[in-house]
């Protein structure tokens, strides 16, 4: 039986919980997740570059996380633990992202957002990149959604088989840009309808504002029932692409074009629901699924203060911008507390009124409260950190983040070189947001704590993880 799903705009699920019997009319929810979009890519983050005065009413109107966590720093295992509230082990999709010749996904039988929400009578779809899986078994209609319109896998990756790709670079990429074409002569990126392939390749010059497009209509379509659309957008992913019509055609600045076209989409999508007078009722997330591509440089995106960017641990790998507006939500706040996408899915269900299956372990936390501003400390008080390869590498507690990265292994006359030991460091987030002092010396028994107590969870993880789909 196929799931639905909708999206949420990349943000968080925010909102102020009725009274006990008081009638209840169901919000709406809205996630747009961008995709290798930085810290300090959006103007209400700090960027001096990049205009985004649409995403930036999420701010003013809504929340601004600015201690806001993804569990992965790269695209796949961090849209299942966005969607399934699990930190990726736990639902056997750590090991880097798929590829069009992986044979695994989501396994259905995880909850999703969607699935939360379509129990509860909810309209669900997702418009955008998927990365879960692009066999019909996994696929968003499995998964919780409706409807499902979008690319299956990145979108430098190419339908069947990966083969028979550009340059890569940021040189590459340059090329691409200077020749809008390319998105059709160049890559065999292929689109799907539900569970159909429908163009390959797709002009992926259009995607954004076709993507957005799919939004509107379908809020419009279920203005008078609750619905729930997930957006998560191919972009900033490289190749950089955006319409002929709004196209800068010096690739220095690719990056802040594509960035201020999709803003330029979400101001469709907020004036839409102003239109039909659902702002008032509809929660809008916007967030990201990891740090910025910075090997691609003007191609790439900015973590801002924060230290390196996708692919690794360092906080700019894995805190990402996310602004929150709903209903409760207070209107220009700014929230510091420990949060994540892994707490989305149980914030939704305690607004909703709705119960999370009893025997299905989640990482996710209910952050209710916190968003409303009925509590002023986050229920999360740690979180993990693993690689991209799904291997435990750091924990943080309150103002401490620790991380031991392992040496990368060689090998040198055939035999594996193990000798070097693991790189310990310590940080204080608090007063070193770019963790460059570590303090691992100098605070031996915390190490020793947090060692311990990553150890323990990940152990936890680890023996009570779930399968994935495989396909036989």
């Not at 999709?93 to 509860?120: C, R, W, Y």
């Not at 309808?193 to 809020?219: G, H, L, S």
């Not at 799904?390 to 507690?397: A, M, N, P, S, V």
Request: proline share 7%.
């Amino acid at each position: 039986m196929y799931k639905g799903l909708v999206t949420i705009v990349t943000c968080f699920a925010c909102g102020l919980l009725p009274s006990q019997g008081q009638a209840r009319e169901q919000p709406n929810f809205i996630i747009i997740f961008a995709d290798d979009q930085g810290y300090g890519d959006l103007s209400s983050f700090g960027s001096e570059t990049i205009k985004t005065p649409n995403i930036d009413r999420l701010a003013t109107e809504g929340r601004k996380f600015t201690s806001f966590m993804v569990a992965s720093p790269v695209c796949t295992p961090s849209r299942a633990a966005l969607l399934t509230g699990c930190y990726p082990k736990r639902v056997g999709m750590h090991q880097h992202v798929l590829f069009p010749s992986s044979t695994k996904g989501l396994n259905p039988s995880e909850n999703t957002i969607a699935d939360q929400l379509k129990t509860q009578g909810y309209a669900t779809a997702c418009f955008g990149k998927w990365h879960l899986g692009h066999h019909p078994e996994v696929l968003p209609t499995s998964n919780g959604f409706d409807t499902y319109f979008g690319i299956p896998y990145s979108n430098d990756m190419n339908h069947p088989d990966n083969k028979g790709k550009p340059k890569g670079g940021f040189a590459g990429m340059d090329i691409l840009w200077k020749d809008p074409n390319s998105a059709l002569t160049k890559w065999k990126t292929p689109l799907f309808e539900d569970e159909q392939i429908i163009e390959v390749p797709v002009d992926q010059r259009t995607v954004t504002r076709r993507y957005t497009q799919k939004a509107i209509d379908f809020v419009t379509a279920h203005q008078d029932h609750p619905f729930f659309v997930y957006l998560p957008h191919s972009m900033p992913h490289i190749p950089l692409y955006v319409p002929d019509d709004v196209r800068d055609p010096n690739p220095l600045n690719a990056y802040t074009n594509t960035i201020e076209h999709i803003d330029a989409e979400v101001g469709r999508l907020l004036n839409t629901l102003d239109a039909l007078n659902l702002t008032d009722n509809t929660y809008v997330i916007y967030t990201t699924d990891n740090g910025p591509w910075l090997q691609f440089k003007h191609h790439g995106g900015s973590a801002g203060p924060l230290r390196d960017g996708k692919g690794t641990t360092f906080e700019g790998g894995q805190r990402v911008p996310c602004l929150i507006r709903g209903p409760g939500v207070p209107k220009g706040t700014v929230c510091d507390q420990l949060t994540g996408t892994i707490d989305i899915l149980p914030t939704i269900a305690s607004i909703t009124g709705s119960k999370l299956p009893r025997k299905t372990k989640i990482d996710g936390l209910d952050i209710s409260g916190l968003l409303t501003g009925k509590t002023d400390s986050s229920p999360r008080t740690e979180f993990m950190h693993y690689t991209s390869r799904g291997d435990l590498e750091g924990i943080r507690q309150a103002n401490w983040k620790l991380l031991v990265k392992k040496p990368r292994q060689t090998r040198n006359n055939n035999q594996t070189n193990q000798a070097q030991q693991p790189q310990i460091m310590l940080f204080n987030l608090d007063i070193d947001l770019g963790e460059t002092n570590n303090l691992a010396s100098a605070n031996p028994e915390i190490v020793e704590r947090l060692t311990a107590r990553m150890t323990e969870l990940d152990a936890e993880i680890t023996k009570n993880a779930r399968s994935p789909w495989l396909k036989n």
